[in-house]
């Protein structure tokens, strides 16, 4: 059986958790009366929460009469008030010593208010506790409704738990660098010297084999795509700090250059929403993960395109290929 919500119970409660704490807080006052205080706080707090309950009505304001929207005044911080001092009021000593029956009554109306409370502003939450009280929805004129010799429902989470899931992490770092010298390799046919600006990260250089495919002054000046954070190598003699990207077509006779015409020097390039790595990388690592090149001259990793801030990132003449 289930007994009515009473504000004696509240009384009790209170003064026996107001006692203990001000008996905890005791001067050298002789004059100190803990059980006085705690009364007159106690009378202070309820005609409070009366005059608080009294006066909702007065507090309505009609938001859309289109859709029946109303909001009230404060309702969130009397809301919080409630549940918080609910929280304070309630606790396992409180169980042992009025019984689980009594404070469960008391808890549940106070969740019936609170719930009426709520519904202009969450009706769902507000109808999925009515049902688990297992009583009809209630309304404004029903704040004086109390349960009595009621049973409620099994209880059921009303709020399902959000997962964060954390960002997927690419182990690369793309930044956009501009070409500023380019020189033949001296002991390799195929590759290049290129002197890159990278903005804030400052200046590399880079060992690429593009001499089959373009001339140095086609490069000289093109803004292209770095991996940044690939440990420095040695190719041929030569300090490689980095690589740039290229799409190739599927025969390998065609090879492009990524160009981020519209970004700036040191900008992000990243695929979809994926994160990038922070740690330095060898060139196995890199491989791991595929980079195509799509049907429209869309980069692509894991089905998310490459992009920076101002621009998505395509090949111009290398379709259905890959990036290297």
Excluded at 27 to 33: A, G, I, L, Q, Y
Excluded at 86 to 110: E, K, P, Q, R
Excluded at 129 to 153: G, T, V
Aim: glycine residues 6%.
């Amino acid at each position: 059986m289930w007994f009515a919500f009473n504000w004696n119970i509240f009384i009790i409660v209170l003064e026996f958790f107001l006692i203990t704490n001000l008996k905890n807080q005791q001067t050298e006052d002789v004059n100190f009366n803990p059980i006085k205080s705690a009364l007159s706080y106690l009378k202070q707090l309820r005609k409070k929460i009366f005059i608080v309950l009294q006066k909702l009505d007065s507090k309505i304001v009609k938001l859309s009469s289109i859709h029946g929207i109303i909001l009230v005044q404060g309702t969130t911080i009397l809301v919080a008030n409630l549940i918080l001092n609910a929280n304070d009021w309630f606790s396992w000593t409180i169980f042992a010593l009025f019984g689980v029956y009594v404070i469960c009554s008391s808890l549940s109306n106070i969740l019936v208010k609170i719930s009426i409370i709520l519904q202009p502003i969450l009706p769902k939450f507000s109808s999925d506790i009515f049902k688990q009280l297992n009583i009809k929805p209630q309304m404004w004129r029903d704040l004086d409704f109390s349960l009595k010799n009621h049973k409620i429902r099994k209880a059921e989470p009303l709020i399902k738990k959000t997962e964060v899931k954390q960002k997927e992490v690419l182990p690369f770092q793309l930044r956009v660098g501009k070409i500023l010298e380019v020189k033949d390799h001296p002991e390799a046919e195929k590759l290049y010297l290129l002197q890159v600006d990278l903005g804030k990260l400052g200046k590399r250089q880079l060992v690429a084999g593009l001499r089959p495919f373009y001339k140095t002054a086609e490069l000289k000046g093109k803004k292209i795509i770095v991996v940044t954070n690939l440990k420095p190598a040695k190719l041929r003699g030569a300090l490689s700090e980095g690589m740039l990207l290229a799409a190739e077509s599927k025969d390998g006779k065609t090879v492009e250059v990524l160009e981020p015409s519209k970004a700036r020097l040191g900008d992000r390039v990243v695929f979809g929403d994926y994160g990038e790595g922070s740690d330095k990388i060898d060139i196995q690592t890199f491989m791991k993960t595929k980079i195509t090149v799509g049907l429209k001259g869309e980069i692509l990793a894991k089905g998310a395109k490459m992009h920076s801030d101002s621009e998505e990132i395509k090949a111009n003449k290398v379709k259905n290929g890959k990036v290297r």
